[in-house]
């Protein structure tokens, strides 16, 4: 099988979203080392990412100033939809 392969992205997103925060992949005995060692992520350079030396990276947005937005979505069209939004979720009560 291959290491990118669905199956394994699938195992890292699956147990990454899980609502009781002490049960996520990461969270549970071994910490943030269970990740790095998936091999999901075999080949790739901790050490550099830590140390902020990373030589590639795999997407290079291009900015005009610290606060360009410019490379995300818009996914409110106006002001009027953002209110909607806001009225939408007053009530709202998440079910756990």
């Given at each position: 099988m291959d290491h990118r392969s669905d199956a394994h992205i699938n195992f890292l997103?699956?147990?990454?979203?899980?609502?009781?925060?002490?049960?996520?992949?990461?969270?549970?005995?071994?910490?943030?080392?269970?990740?790095?060692?998936?091999?999901?992520?075999?080949?790739f350079d901790?050490?550099?990412?830590?140390?902020?030396?990373?030589?590639?990276?795999?997407?290079l947005p291009k900015i005009s100033n610290d606060e360009d937005s410019s490379n995300f979505d818009s996914h409110l069209e106006n002001e009027e939809e953002e209110e909607l939004n806001q009225k939408n979720f007053v009530n709202w009560t998440p079910v756990l």
């Open positions: 997103t699956g147990k990454t979203v899980v609502i009781v925060a002490t049960k996520r992949l990461g969270r549970t005995k071994g910490g943030a080392k269970v990740v790095m060692k998936h091999k999901w992520f075999s080949g901790w050490v550099a990412l830590l140390g902020k030396k990373m030589k590639e990276v795999p997407i």
